[in-house]
């Protein structure tokens, strides 16, 4: 029988990956992306011409195969789809002012 331990907020850190905290940031805006992407009703063809890639890597990106997708280009995928985006830097309360 396996042992199960409590996991923290990040799948990728939890399973020893590198590039943790962007894997992160990347799957919460491909999250975003394909909500807009089904809100509007849109076809991965259709959505992959407005965001200006191939159906293939749209594809790959809703499915979380992103290594290859830069963050800011997801950025501009949202900003394609309508939306402003803001980003907002916290202290992370480590002691740090």
Avoid: H
């Avoid at 042992?3 to 940031?25: C, F, H, Q, R």
């Avoid at 992407?37 to 959505?47: E, G």
């Avoid at 191939?54 to 950025?75: A, C, D, H, P, V």
């Avoid at 939306?83 to 480590?94: F, L, Q, S």
Wanted: with cysteine; glycine share 10%.
């Amino acid at each position: 029988m396996s042992k199960i331990e409590p996991g923290s907020t990040n799948v990728y850190a939890d399973l020893g990956l590198e590039n943790v905290e962007e894997m992160l940031v990347k799957t919460q805006l491909a999250t975003k992306i394909g909500e807009i992407i089904k809100r509007r009703k849109l076809t991965q063809v259709q959505a992959a011409e407005l965001l200006g890639m191939t159906q293939l890597k749209l594809s790959n990106l809703l499915r979380g195969q992103f290594r290859g997708i830069s963050e800011s280009k997801m950025l501009e995928c949202l900003t394609r789809l309508g939306r402003n985006v803001e980003i907002v830097v916290k202290a992370t309360g480590r002691g740090w002012p």
